[in-house]
């Protein structure tokens, strides 16, 4: 049995594929323009130029998202992208050639030290408390009996030198994990990551090896007291992350 026509030789099953074709193309379309809200436009790596000016594939409209706790909207793609200054210079003239820090790697935000602009507020736990905050902040958190407490011992840096003394645990109240070890270097307090220490128990002693002991001074400090923002986290760890390449030469050498 032939399917109704409907104009001609155009039925139903007709309708049908020309329905789903015209959706696949809009959902492409759709996907494309929705991935460039950030990053884009693209510039040319060694003219600066934009690189994709534009265009239905190459644009998002601006799209608004309400942030809880009343933090307002956030909207995407924003009014421009700030310009950036990397302090670093390239190896050698040509595209693609690799960059070399200025200054302190550690604090460039270039290679493994990079981090993102992330906002400068603290995360909220579903309370709409600060969900990183030092151990005496969160209730019924405690280090349990049968684990080293970290308070207290010695932290050893990458040339197995004494940077400090921990002197406090910042949790994550949410998910009920340690997050940074506060280590009293003598002229700060810096906070570092638990994910790049080890604690070892036995000898009294917190080793992490991403920097030196000397560089631990050096470390960004969260500027308000008992708290810390996504954008202080990314430079927290950018600074110490980087130290797997950037503390010594022999980290930036080849191995073969």
Same mark, same amino acid.
């Given at each position: 049995?032939?399917?109704?026509?409907?104009?001609?030789?155009?039925?139903?099953?007709?309708?049908?594929?020309?329905?789903?074709?015209? *959706?696949? =193309?809009?959902?492409?379309?759709?996907?494309? /323009?929705?991935?460039?809200?950030?990053?884009?436009?693209?510039?040319?790596?060694?003219?600066?130029?934009?690189?994709?000016?534009?265009?239905?594939? !190459?644009?998002?409209?601006?799209?608004?998202?309400?942030?809880? *706790?009343?933090?307002?909207?956030?909207?995407?793609?924003?009014?421009?992208?700030?310009?950036?200054?990397?302090?670093?210079?390239?190896?050698?003239?040509?595209?693609?050639?690799?960059?070399?820090?200025?200054?302190?790697?550690?604090?460039?935000?270039?290679?493994?030290?990079?981090?993102?602009?992330?906002?400068? !507020?603290?995360?909220?736990?579903?309370?709409?408390?600060? /969900?990183?905050?030092?151990?005496?902040?969160?209730? !019924?958190?405690?280090?349990?009996?049968?684990?080293?407490?970290?308070?207290?011992?010695? &932290?050893?840096?990458?040339?197995?030198? &004494?940077?400090?003394?921990?002197?406090?645990?910042?949790?994550?109240?949410?998910? !009920?994990?340690?997050?940074?070890?506060?280590?009293?270097?003598?002229?700060? /307090?810096?906070?570092?990551?638990?994910?790049?220490?080890?604690?070892?128990?036995?000898?009294?002693?917190? &080793?992490?090896?991403? =920097?030196?002991?000397?560089?631990?001074?050096?470390?960004? &400090?969260?500027?308000?007291?008992?708290?810390?923002?996504?954008?202080?986290?990314?430079?927290? *760890?950018?600074?110490?992350?980087?130290?797997?390449?950037?503390?010594?030469?022999?980290?930036?050498?080849?191995?073969?």
């Amino acid at each position: 049995m032939d399917d109704v026509k409907i104009i001609g030789d155009f039925d139903l099953t007709s309708m049908v594929f020309a329905a789903f074709t015209l *959706f696949f =193309i809009g959902l492409i379309v759709y996907l494309q /323009r929705e991935s460039r809200r950030e990053g884009y436009p693209l510039e040319d790596e060694a003219t600066g130029r934009i690189d994709t000016p534009g265009g239905v594939l !190459h644009t998002a409209p601006p799209k608004s998202f309400l942030m809880p *706790f009343g933090r307002g909207t956030v909207t995407v793609p924003g009014p421009g992208r700030d310009p950036v200054d990397m302090p670093a210079d390239r190896t050698f003239r040509s595209p693609g050639a690799p960059y070399q820090p200025r200054g302190n790697p550690l604090t460039s935000g270039m290679g493994p030290a990079a981090y993102a602009n992330r906002a400068d !507020h603290p995360d909220l736990d579903a309370e709409g408390r600060n /969900r990183i905050v030092p151990i005496g902040m969160a209730e !019924h958190i405690a280090v349990d009996r049968r684990d080293s407490d970290p308070r207290g011992m010695a &932290v050893i840096g990458a040339d197995d030198q &004494v940077a400090g003394t921990v002197t406090d645990i910042w949790v994550d109240r949410a998910e !009920h994990q340690i997050r940074y070890l506060e280590v009293d270097t003598g002229s700060n /307090r810096v906070l570092a990551p638990m994910g790049m220490a080890k604690v070892k128990g036995k000898q009294g002693k917190v &080793v992490i090896d991403a =920097i030196n002991a000397a560089d631990f001074a050096g470390a960004p &400090v969260p500027k308000t007291a008992g708290q810390i923002t996504f954008l202080e986290e990314e430079k927290i *760890f950018g600074y110490f992350g980087g130290g797997y390449l950037y503390a010594n030469t022999a980290r930036q050498d080849p191995i073969l």
